[in-house]
């Protein structure tokens, strides 16, 4: 009885959350946000980073993008497959008891369920993906990196297509799986850390003899 007093009180907490992100809108941020949820716009963007993969990575960079696209395949099939179609939570802009409060821009309102959001999914996957690959190469690649999966997980709130509770969660789980891809990828590709980067004592003491 606890725990599902709890757990409602978090869903009423997140609805209210959503009400009052979702309230904030006008005619300019309707148009900002819908271009930044749509996908092709980022285009540009993709194109920029598989640039500079093959600026620092050269060849790897293939082995690099076969994991992108694992990871793309896994984030997505994830989040619809084991959290959508088994939680079964409504999307606000579905959910009756939210009827007439909810600001949809363009009538987009998507599929049926919301938890957990594949954007924030998909979009925290390839950032956190990067970011050892990037991060160290291009100055202030990682909060930019962030920001911009950030800003896209606030559009879907905006828009009215999901709740915090849905970004936040897609966003941890994308997350997890971009690290773990990253992780894997490095060691495919040999590639050393800072750890294994720095010489030890054994070489520097024979390297001044």
């Not at 939570?89 to 594949?118: N, T």
């Amino acid at each position: 009885m606890l725990n599902m007093s709890i757990v409602e009180r978090i869903k009423e907490l997140d609805s209210d959350l959503f009400l009052l992100i979702n309230g904030w809108h006008s005619p300019f941020w309707d148009t900002v946000m819908y271009w930044l949820s749509d996908k092709l716009i980022w285009i540009p963007l993709y194109l920029l980073l598989i640039y500079f993969l093959i600026r620092y990575y050269k060849k790897q960079t293939v082995i690099i993008l076969l994991f992108v696209a694992i990871l793309m395949f896994l984030s997505d099939q994830t989040s619809v497959n084991l959290f959508k179609n088994i939680f079964q939570r409504l999307r606000p802009c579905h959910e009756p008891s939210l009827a007439g409060l909810v600001h949809i821009v363009r009538d987009k309102c998507g599929g049926q369920y919301s938890f957990v959001s594949s954007h924030a999914t998909n979009h925290f996957a390839i950032a956190v993906f990067l970011i050892p690959f990037l991060g160290k190469k291009l100055k202030y690649f990682t909060p930019l990196i962030l920001f911009w999966a950030a800003i896209i997980c606030y559009s879907r709130v905006y828009l009215g297509v999901h709740y915090p509770g849905d970004v936040m969660g897609g966003a941890v789980l994308g997350s997890a799986l971009g690290l773990a891809l990253s992780i894997i990828c490095q060691y495919t590709l040999k590639i050393p850390n800072s750890r294994t980067q720095m010489p030890n004592k054994s070489q520097n003491s024979n390297s001044m003899r």
